[in-house]
T-cell receptor, first 110, second 113 residues
Framework: DAKTTQPTSMDCAEGRAANLPCNHS???????VYWYRQIHSQGPQYIIH???NNETNEMASLIITEDRKSSTLILPHATLRDTAVYYC???????????FGAGTQVVVTP | ETGVTQSPTHLIKTRGQQVTLRCSSQ?????VSWYQQALGQGPQFIFQ???????GRGNFPPRFSGLQFPNYSSELNVNALELDDSALYLC????????????FGEGSWLTVV
């Protein structure tokens, strides 16, 4: 599975949109992009995933570039409860065989 | 609420002992993956079970073993516990369809003393 590169940390003001970038330049055609987040000491929480089209759900939007080499997770209106480590993962038909990186520590401030 | 439950939530074991951790998958999910997460690190893939057979393994020694039962619940067994086995152990369940969501449980915290 392809590797991902994410910034180590990001700060975001409460109420503002948080845009979390992820590079996955070696992604292959059948690999999905998944985003999970983990709040301290809890299990990873699913946010969103997609193959090549942009995706939106009640939590976030996922924007995948046309060449699929990078993506952006958008939290439209960040709240203090969005403070967490966010993981971007690319995986093929893995059914859950993920290779986690270090993720991005997002801190939402009042 | 993910529908994936793990037990126990916390436990303490002595070096050299054996431990069994349990995972109840979301209904209809025939695939379960286990992860180890040391403090301050991302989860590391241990192995995956699909329809009661091991379907891939990460870089973990044989003293880490697993089982998946006909009802798709699962166990992770660790023998000869070492201090470095202290970690959060996570299970994730899914169907065999990448379009579907993969859900994690809240994990079992294991402390080896």
């Amino acid at each position: 599975d392809a590797k991902t590169t994410q910034p180590t940390s990001m700060d975001c003001a409460e109420g503002r949109a948080a845009n979390l970038p992820c590079n996955h330049s070696t992604i292959s055609g059948n690999e999905y992009v998944y985003w999970y987040r983990q709040i301290h000491s809890q299990g990873p929480q699913y946010i969103i995933h997609g193959l090549k089209n942009n995706e939106t759900n009640e939590m976030a939007s996922l924007i995948i570039t046309e060449d699929r080499k990078s993506s952006t997770l958008i939290l439209p209106h960040a709240t203090l409860r969005d403070t967490a480590v966010y993981y971007c993962i690319v995986a093929t038909d893995s059914w859950g065989k993920f290779q986690f990186g270090a993720g991005t520590q997002v801190v939402v401030t009042p | 609420e993910t529908g994936v439950t793990q037990s126990p939530t916390h436990l303490i074991k002595t070096r050299g002992q054996q431990v069994t951790l349990r995972c109840s998958s979301q209904s209809g999910h025939n695939t379960v993956s286990w992860y180890q997460q040391a403090l301050g690190q991302g989860p590391q893939f241990i192995f995956q079970y699909y329809r009661e057979e091991e379907n891939g393994r990460g870089n973990f020694p044989p003293r880490f073993s697993g089982l998946q039962f006909p009802n798709y619940s699962s166990e992770l067994n660790v023998n000869a516990l070492e201090l470095d086995d202290s970690a959060l152990y996570l299970c994730a369940s899914s169907t065999s369809d990448s379009r579907n969501t993969i859900y994690f449980g809240e994990g079992s915290w294991l402390t080896v003393v």
